[in-house]
């Protein structure tokens, strides 16, 4: 297979999957690996990630727009005049901490987590027993309502996801539901918080490219097909989380965990 092809592959399992609760990182390890060929990288995780975040930021965009505007009106009242938007803004900024500090933990203590295939496997069956275990749960608090604590523990659904073949989406929406959210909240909050630390993310990559790491145009194509398929992938994903249908998403987890671990034993 050739790298641009491969690359382009990439970056619509990534931007599929990522929305998807069934983890985007796991998929793309087990794709490159079946054809023997690697994108490791920093660089690139960032990039093809950010490819899935303008599209979420685009599906999003009303939003966000309200969020700016009310963030502006907050700070022009330093920080002084508390509105709904501000609060959001907040939460989000909680929900992002734990992540920020694992990763950097992560980096002081040179941990790499790697892609090792059977290990994705035994994530995958985490991802999908979690997933069956809230896949009836329909809350009632909005996040308007929502405490900085279960904003923070939402955060820690993240940090878990760090860990390839747990899912990001699936991991946060999972606490969300599980502390109470209501269904729309869990979904819209667990893509709102994905937003800075994915432009985190990418800020760093950029800061090693200029100091000597690692780049290829080829992310540049990764991240543009992620970018189209993560539209897809958001719309699929909120219309089973809004029908109460994450177990399907648990079923998939699940035969496909099964089968890692039995072809890898």
Same mark, same amino acid.
């Given at each position: 297979?050739?790298?641009?092809?491969?690359?382009?592959?990439?970056?619509?399992?990534?931007?599929?999957?990522?929305?998807?609760? %069934?983890?985007?990182?796991?998929?793309?390890?087990?794709?490159?690996?079946?054809?023997?060929?690697?994108?490791?990288? /920093?660089? *690139?995780?960032?990039?093809?990630?950010?490819?899935?975040?303008?599209?979420? /930021?685009?599906?999003?965009?009303?939003?966000?727009?309200?969020?700016?505007?009310?963030?502006?009106?907050?700070? $022009?009242?330093?920080?002084?005049?508390?509105?709904?938007?501000?609060? +959001?803004?907040?939460?989000?900024?909680?929900? &992002?901490?734990?992540?920020?500090?694992?990763?950097? /933990?992560?980096?002081?203590?040179?941990?790499?987590?790697?892609?090792? =295939?059977? &290990?994705?496997?035994?994530?995958?069956?985490?991802?999908?027993?979690?997933?069956?275990?809230?896949?009836?749960?329909?809350?009632?608090?909005?996040?308007?309502?929502? &405490?900085?604590?279960?904003? =923070?523990?939402?955060?820690?659904?993240?940090?878990?996801?760090?860990?390839?073949?747990?899912?990001?989406?699936?991991?946060?929406?999972?606490?969300?539901?599980?502390?109470?959210?209501?269904?729309?909240?869990?979904?819209?909050?667990?893509?709102?918080?994905?937003?800075?630390?994915?432009?985190?993310?990418?800020?760093?990559?950029?800061?090693?490219?200029? &100091?000597?790491?690692?780049?290829? %145009?080829?992310?540049?194509?990764?991240?543009?097909?992620? *970018?189209?398929?993560?539209?897809?992938?958001? $719309?699929?994903?909120?219309?089973?989380?809004?029908?109460?249908?994450?177990? +399907? *998403?648990?079923? +998939?987890?699940?035969?496909?965990?099964?089968? =890692?671990?039995?072809?890898?034993?």
């Amino acid at each position: 297979m050739s790298n641009g092809l491969f690359y382009i592959l990439l970056g619509i399992i990534q931007g599929f999957t990522e929305p998807l609760p %069934i983890s985007s990182s796991g998929h793309v390890a087990i794709f490159s690996q079946l054809f023997g060929m690697s994108a490791d990288g /920093i660089a *690139f995780e960032a990039f093809i990630n950010f490819g899935s975040t303008i599209a979420i /930021i685009i599906y999003f965009w009303s939003d966000i727009e309200r969020l700016f505007f009310g963030g502006v009106d907050y700070l $022009k009242s330093g920080l002084k005049e508390n509105t709904e938007e501000s609060n +959001y803004l907040w939460k989000i900024f909680w929900a &992002t901490i734990p992540m920020v500090i694992v990763t950097v /933990i992560m980096m002081l203590l040179d941990i790499n987590l790697g892609d090792d =295939i059977r &290990t994705i496997g035994f994530a995958l069956f985490v991802t999908s027993m979690s997933l069956f275990f809230v896949s009836n749960k329909e809350g009632d608090t909005s996040i308007k309502s929502m &405490t900085f604590k279960v904003a =923070i523990l939402i955060g820690v659904g993240q940090a878990i996801a760090l860990m390839p073949g747990i899912s990001r989406s699936g991991m946060t929406m999972v606490f969300a539901l599980a502390l109470g959210l209501n269904r729309k909240d869990a979904f819209d909050f667990s893509f709102m918080m994905f937003i800075p630390a994915s432009i985190g993310g990418l800020l760093y990559s950029l800061l090693e490219i200029f &100091t000597g790491g690692d780049f290829s %145009i080829f992310y540049i194509v990764s991240a543009f097909f992620a *970018f189209i398929f993560t539209v897809f992938g958001l $719309k699929i994903t909120r219309k089973f989380v809004m029908a109460s249908k994450l177990h +399907y *998403f648990a079923i +998939y987890c699940l035969v496909v965990s099964l089968a =890692i671990i039995f072809i890898t034993a």
